[in-house]
């Protein structure tokens, strides 16, 4: 599975941005999907991941209720939509395809598959 990762810019604080993950390969759909970022000086941490039919979800605490994800199988693509966004959500966005599932997928190293990263930066 290659991942391409799209939508990132620069907001101001309490805007929206939607970032993309456009998946190549006939097995994207066997893969739950997760969004991780990474901010300068910091290590990647874990932002939501979406179950290989998109029926289920889970977040890390510091979105829930913000950012919302969501798959489309018949695209391969999958989406993070961001709303309400703050200055401490700045950092690189990376998608990423993993054969764990959902509580069970919110470490890095369980990812097989990731994005090239897309930059998201929240002015204040």
């Known amino acids: 599975v290659q991942l391409q990762a799209s939508g990132g810019g620069l907001v101001q604080a309490g805007g929206s941005l939607r970032l993309s993950c456009a998946a190549s390969?006939?097995?994207?759909?066997?893969?739950?999907m997760g969004w991780f970022r990474q901010a300068p000086g910091k290590e990647r941490e874990f932002v939501a991941v979406v179950s290989w039919s998109g029926g289920s979800t889970h977040y890390a605490d510091f979105v829930k209720g913000r950012f919302t994800i969501s798959r489309d199988n018949a695209k391969n693509t999958v989406s993070l939509q961001m709303n309400s966004l703050k200055p401490e959500d700045t950092a690189v966005y990376y998608c990423?395809?993993?054969?764990?599932?959902?509580?069970?997928?919110?470490?890095?190293?369980?990812?097989?598959?990731w994005g090239q990263g897309t930059q998201v930066t929240v002015s204040s």
């Open positions: 390969g006939r097995t994207f759909s066997r893969y739950d």
């Open positions: 990423a395809a993993t054969k764990y599932s959902l509580i069970f997928a919110t470490m890095a190293d369980r990812y097989e598959y």
